[in-house]
């Protein structure tokens, strides 16, 4: 069963895992950051450890390309 529609706790938590389960952080973590101001507590220290990971793997994605490009001019 897909996730349910709606602004809910109960809603959007398993649209940010679905999200995570299909490998798309970056939309787990705009997912949960719409939680309330209740849940967005309990999920912060999560969601800062997601966006760091996100900027690390956009990094890490950048260093690649760079050292894919240098090889193929030599």
Do not use: C, K
């Amino acid at each position: 069963a897909s996730p349910q529609a709606g602004d809910t706790v109960s809603a959007i938590i398993p649209r940010g895992e679905d999200d995570l389960l299909r490998d798309d952080l970056a939309g787990a973590i705009e997912e949960l950051s719409d939680l309330g101001s209740a849940a967005s507590e309990s999920m912060a220290r999560w969601l800062a450890d997601a966006r760091r990971l996100e900027s690390a793997l956009a990094e890490m994605r950048d260093i690649n390309d760079r050292l894919l490009a240098g090889i193929n001019t030599q």
